[in-house]
């Protein structure tokens, strides 16, 4: 495991304890891990991973595909708001990004992305199935209903659609 200022993407990172105001401060734990924390009043920053989502929209006619602009394809997906649950969370993003209403069938796996750009991410992969709303582009470019065989390219900046399966 990276120590914890090297493995927390610097936009991230606290400089000012969140309390008082101090500088913060490396420091290793017990268990030798390097944190910051604060001198003065001790607070430690645990910094969270993003939890992100991703969607099989699976219809009787196929797979529901993004086509960005620029190529490639995509899956629905993003990241988990604040409080919200991933089965919420994928909900939310087919139904923006597809017109559709969904229903989670099955969790298809979860992995983790130490180096994702959004800083380390948790990914969930849902298979999904519409039930109302009418399929439509959205801001993820072109939607459309594709046989499951023939399920385009995935585009390199959406490498978050390659959804794993646990080994």
């Not at 120590?3 to 030798?32: M, Q, T, W």
């Not at 006619?61 to 604040?82: D, F, K, R, T, Y």
């Amino acid at each position: 495991m990276p120590e914890y200022p090297a493995a927390v993407p610097a936009r991230l990172r606290y400089r000012l304890c969140r309390h008082c105001g101090r500088a913060l401060v490396n420091f290793a734990d017990a268990e030798g891990v390097v944190r910051t924390r604060c001198p003065a009043c001790g607070w430690i920053h645990y910094p969270a991973n993003v939890v992100g989502i991703g969607a099989v929209i699976v219809t009787p006619a196929g797979v529901v595909s993004l086509h960005p602009p620029g190529g490639g394809a995509a899956l629905p997906g993003g990241v988990v708001e604040i409080g919200e649950r991933p089965e919420d969370a994928v909900v939310r993003a087919c139904r923006q990004e597809t017109g559709l209403e969904v229903e989670v069938v099955r969790e298809l796996g979860r992995w983790f992305w130490p180096d994702h750009p959004h800083g380390p991410m948790l990914s969930f992969g849902f298979e999904v199935r519409p039930v109302g709303g009418t399929l439509r582009d959205g801001l993820e470019g072109r939607a459309e209903v594709r046989p499951c065989g023939a399920f385009p390219a995935i585009a390199p900046a959406r490498k978050g659609s390659a959804i794993r399966t646990p080994p």
